[in-house]
Nanobody, 120 residues
Framework: QVQLGESGGGLVQPGGALRLSCAASGSILNIYAMGWYRQAPGKQRELVATINSGGSTNYADSVKGRFTISRDNAKTTVYLQMDSLKPEDTAVYYC??????????????WGKGTLVTVSS
């Protein structure tokens, strides 16, 4: 059983910062790309940032220069440092990871989501 556990969401004022974390656990053989997506009320889920196993990153234009994605040395935890937050960043943020479990081919896993609210 593989799980993604997210933490770090909450309420922050415009211009503030938050750090999201997502840890993969379970019977894992390998973890490939990890990333963050978000879904605002009434909108489709969209990519925020991704990082592959080699450390290469990709960002949505709307967050470039404000958000930073990173992974720990064991490459089982992905972080999203969010600075200069704007009200339009308000959304449920979902962790995503392409993982190969011990007894199966690679599967795309999703976390349950963590709410980020940017408001004064």
């Amino acid at each position: 059983q593989v799980q993604l556990g997210e933490s770090g969401g909450g309420l922050v004022q415009p211009g503030g910062a938050l750090r999201l974390s997502c840890a993969a656990s379970g019977s894992i053989l390998n973890i490939y790309a990890m990333g963050w997506y978000r879904q605002a009320p009434g909108k489709q889920r969209e990519l925020v940032a991704t990082i592959n196993s080699g450390g290469s990153t990709n960002y949505a234009d709307s967050v470039k220069g404000r958000f930073t994605i990173s992974r720990d040395n064991a490459k089982t935890t992905v972080y999203l440092q969010m600075d200069s937050l704007k009200p339009e960043d308000t959304a449920v943020y979902y962790c995503n990871a392409n993982i190969r479990p011990l007894t199966a081919d690679s599967i795309n896993y999703w976390g349950k989501g963590t709410l980020v609210t940017v408001s004064s």
